[in-house]
């Protein structure tokens, strides 16, 4: 998420106000990539669950498409 980004959802949201107050842009940035992070790990863990899901039915493929797309989601918290 960028920096502009976050500044938009803060203003959308109501806490517009918090930018103007020293420091807090920073606060707000760094609670914005927590809360990224949280929602990318369980949308990881949803894709773990159906690659277990797709394993337990011998679909191979599936199990792969799956597990790609949980090591995907999970890279983007590293770009």
Same mark, same amino acid.
């Given at each position: 998420?960028?920096?502009? /980004?976050?500044?938009e959802?803060?203003k =959308?949201? +109501?806490?517009?106000? $918090? $930018?103007?107050? +020293? +420091?807090?842009?920073?606060c707000?940035?760094?609670?914005?990539? $927590?809360?990224a992070?949280?929602? =990318?790990?369980a949308?990881?863990?949803?894709?773990? =669950?159906?690659?277990?899901? %797709?394993?337990?039915?011998? @679909? /191979? @493929?599936?199990?792969m498409?799956? /597990?790609? %797309?949980?090591?995907?989601? =999970?890279?983007?918290?590293?770009a």
């Open positions: 998420m960028t920096q502009d /980004e976050i500044i959802i803060t =959308r949201s +109501g806490l517009g106000m $918090l $930018l103007e107050i +020293g +420091g807090m842009d920073k707000l940035e760094h609670f914005a990539k $927590l809360v992070a949280k929602e =990318r790990e949308c990881a863990d949803v894709c773990g =669950r159906f690659a277990d899901e %797709a394993l337990a039915c011998g @679909d /191979e @493929d599936a199990v498409c799956f /597990e790609q %797309a949980e090591d995907a989601i =999970r890279a983007r918290g590293n």
